[in-house]
């Protein structure tokens, strides 16, 4: 194959921008992180471990404490008791919800949202089974149309465009958000420190670089807030990437959405690109 050929071969299969993978520094955990206190002076306290607390570091894993069989139990014992009073309360009380169900779903949304376990779209939106075809990452984040990479995000877009035919797919950021904390956190040339985290996060990469350019002036905490938006406008823009989508806009069919859940405040915002 040429080089033309393969240069257009290569251009069929992916449309995505190609940005830097600087290799980076993120915080330890998705949670914000908080400067470790000194070490003691004392030999012999020396030798002991240290008390965990969230700091920066570069590259040494974080493992959670072991955690007791009886402790791990009693939390899918919590399950159990869940799914039974989801049974009685719920799920036995709402047939007509839940017996069409069983023959297919036909939902209006397709949500895109964070992993984070204090954000849950079905709760925040007031939607019930059936309703929303969910996909949840770090960070909320859609990548652009790549067939050599992210068959996951890009199979579930199909699908809920192409076979479930989906209205409005809707993208919601949050706040304090980790994994927006983890993009603007990144520096350039320094270890990767997970094995997934900070690669997938560069996907909001080019939103970074724009709030860097634009509010340079002010803190970092400031920035994160203003990043968790402009993140979502960058994924709304990723997703017209996607044929399917592209069509379906052109045709009036499917209409995309962002959104922001605050939830110190107890706010929702949802605005159209």
């Excluded at 894993?61 to 014992?77: C, L, S, T, W």
């Excluded at 877009?157 to 809707?170: F, G, N, Q, T």
Aim: hydrophobic share 40%; proline share 7%.
């Amino acid at each position: 194959m040429s080089t033309a050929a393969a240069a257009a071969a290569a251009q069929s299969w992916c449309f995505a921008t190609v940005t830097p993978r600087s290799r980076a520094t993120v915080v330890a955990s998705l949670a914000s992180p908080s400067p470790s206190s000194s070490s003691s002076s004392s030999s012999n306290s020396s030798n002991l471990p240290a008390p965990f607390r969230p700091r920066l570091i570069r590259n040494t894993p974080v493992f959670a404490a072991p955690v007791a069989p009886a402790a791990m139990d009693a939390a899918v014992d919590r399950l159990k008791d869940g799914f039974a009073k989801f049974k009685t309360e719920f799920y036995d009380k709402k047939p007509e919800l839940f017996e069409p169900l069983k023959a297919g779903q036909a939902p209006k949304y397709m949500v895109f949202s964070c992993a984070d376990s204090r954000v849950c779209p079905s709760v925040t939106m007031g939607l019930e089974p059936g309703e929303a075809f969910t996909v949840r990452n770090i960070a909320n984040m859609v990548p652009a149309y790549c067939k050599i990479k992210h068959a996951g995000v890009g199979s579930a877009i199909e699908y809920a465009v192409r076979a479930l035919k989906v209205e409005l797919i809707v993208v919601i950021g949050h706040s304090r958000c980790g994994g927006i904390k983890a993009l603007l956190s990144l520096e350039d040339g320094a270890p990767d420190s997970f094995h997934f985290v900070e690669d997938w996060v560069r996907t909001g990469f080019p939103a970074k670089k724009k709030v860097q350019t634009e509010h340079a002036s002010l803190p970092f905490d400031d920035q994160c807030a203003i990043l968790e938006k402009e993140a979502v406008n960058q994924s709304l823009e990723n997703l017209k990437t996607y044929p399917f989508v592209k069509e379906g806009i052109a045709n009036g069919t499917l209409k995309l959405v962002g959104g922001h859940y605050d939830f110190v405040a107890g706010n929702l915002d949802l605005w159209e690109p």
